[in-house]
């Protein structure tokens, strides 16, 4: 019995919500497994009501479940940064998921912006570190709202942090098993003592355990411009946070943009959760447009976690079967051709 924590959240989040479930019902029943879901409203709505963003008592609550699963978190009313740091990286720091995964695989029958590239080129994993970098809060505001003004923002890493991501991202590289090969990715000739850790924990570990696992270096800027031009040299790829923020956009749209992409934060010793990476979108919500294959997608990984490999495995199978239908038109939101609901009817039909 698996035990479930929902967190639809804003916008467009409980729409695509509702379809992962939809999906995970008629899994669970192939399959045979059984689950218990709980729903917790924080969010926008919440907060505008009562201030509370993800109270402390939620967060020990959370930590009792086996895995939750995030529709989307941002409020058009709620100033920037509420909800964010109040919900989302409150989870993500306070149950210390410090893997935040996201593949970067272009399913077929789905558009790429590249010229010349197919599924064959665009596969390959970012683990992007979660809880350090810029993401901490460290630093802050001085003599706010005169000349003199000085605001910081502390990039903080930590060669456990970096270790245990550098690790985590060696054991996925040799899990994978197709190139074995894994990438760096840092500023090492600008942000020296940053990169300096980075690369010490990347090759201390690798010299030491992953001897099997070829390992590449590769500057943030560099590896931008390479996403685009060369996709297929990448296999797996680890970085520090922001800069992972950002190259997994990029990995996203080569991917088929936001409404297919899914990621998980991860603690491999703990609870995980596990949303699409698109926002909230609250100009499509209520509309039945918003494509839900992110969220079924995020449920997929979700299984593939709980260890429900067969699910997880035909939840995949299905969302393909639903591309190759060519019923789906297009990943984005009001040009599928078809609505929320008959998308995520179509995948549960096909698990
Ligand atoms: C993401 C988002 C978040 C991040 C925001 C909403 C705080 O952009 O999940 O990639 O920066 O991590
Ligand atoms: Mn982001």
């Known amino acids: 019995m698996h035990r479930i924590a929902v967190i639809a959240g804003d916008g467009t989040g409980p729409e695509v919500t509702d379809e992962a479930l939809k999906v995970l019902e008629a899994v669970g029943a192939a399959e045979g497994f059984t689950y218990e879901l709980t729903k917790f409203d924080f969010g926008g709505e919440r907060y505008l009501k009562t201030g509370e963003t993800l109270p402390d008592e939620a967060l020990e609550e959370l930590r009792g479940f086996d895995t ?3 529709g989307a978190i941002g409020h058009p009313d709620v100033p920037p940064g509420v909800l964010e740091k109040g919900i989302l990286l409150k989870a993500r720091f306070g149950l210390d998921q410090y893997i935040n995964l996201r593949p970067v695989k272009l399913y077929p029958n789905v558009d790429t912006p590249l010229k010349d590239k197919g599924p064959e080129e665009i596969d390959f994993v970012v683990v992007r570190e979660n809880t ?6 460290m630093g802050g505001v ?19 942090g970096a270790s245990r991501a550098v690790r985590y991202a060696f054991d996925l590289t040799r899990k994978r098993n197709l190139r074995k090969q894994l990438h760096l990715v840092a500023k090492t000739n600008v942000l020296t003592s940053v990169g300096g850790t980075w690369w010490r924990a990347f090759n201390e570990i690798g010299d030491a355990e992953y001897s099997d696992v070829t390992r590449e270096y590769a500057h943030v800027d560099a590896a931008s411009m390479w996403f685009v031009k060369n996709p297929e040299w990448f296999d797996v790829i680890v970085t520090e946070n922001l800069f992972g923020d950002i190259i997994t956009d990029i990995g996203a749209i080569i991917s088929g943009g936001l409404g297919i992409s899914a990621g998980g934060n991860i603690n491999p010793e703990g609870v995980s959760m596990f949303e699409p990476i ?33 699910a997880a495995t035909r939840v995949e199978a299905a969302i393909v079967g639903a591309l190759n239908s060519g019923q789906i038109k297009s990943m984005s939101a009001g040009r599928m051709g078809m609505g929320t609901k008959a998308v995520g009817d179509l995948v549960a039909s096909l698990v």
Do not use: W
């Open 68 to 70: 939750i699963f995030l």
């Open 132 to 137: 350090e970098g810029m993401y901490t809060g």
């Open 142 to 160: 001085q003599y706010a709202g005169t000349d003199h003004e000085v605001s910081t923002q502390i990039h903080c890493t930590t060669y456990r």
């Open 278 to 310: 698109g926002g909230s979108a609250p100009k499509y919500e209520g509309q039945d447009v918003i494509n839900p294959l992110a969220a079924i997608n995020a449920m997929h990984m979700l299984l593939d976690h709980l260890g429900e490999t067969t």
